[in-house]
């Protein structure tokens, strides 16, 4: 499977930015879809998880009632919508496909996100 990302960009403190990845290749196989991020000098962190069948959604604490996670289902396009960012939120963003197969998992090629002061 390959997953694209768009949308990053580089917004003030307090602004908004939605995240977009699209999968493409065997995507039926795919039962979660999340979003992870990397800042500089630090590891690859968790910042949101949605499962295929039910939406089931869970955040990091760090983004919790600011990020909003979903899915549009059958395309299994995923989306972050961000708000009220901060300057911590600054990171390449990636998306990652989860699934029982191999063949149905993988990451995105990740996307750029700063938030300026």
């Known amino acids: 499977v390959r997953l694209a990302e768009s949308g990053g960009g580089l917004v003030q403190a307090g602004g908004s930015l939605t995240l977009s990845c699209v999968p493409s290749g065997d995507t039926f196989s795919i039962n979660g879809l999340a979003w992870y991020r990397q800042a500089p000098g630090k590891q690859r962190e968790l910042v949101a998880s949605?499962?295929?069948?039910?939406?089931?959604?869970s955040y990091a604490d760090s983004v919790k009632g600011r990020f909003t996670i979903s899915t549009d289902g059958a395309k299994k396009a995923l989306y972050l919508q961000m708000n009220n960012l901060k300057p911590e939120d600054t990171a390449v963003y990636y998306c990652k496909a989860d699934s029982p197969y191999s063949f149905a998992r993988g990451w995105g090629q990740g996307t750029q996100v700063t938030v300026t002061s």
């Open positions: 949605i499962t295929v069948v039910g939406g089931y959604t």
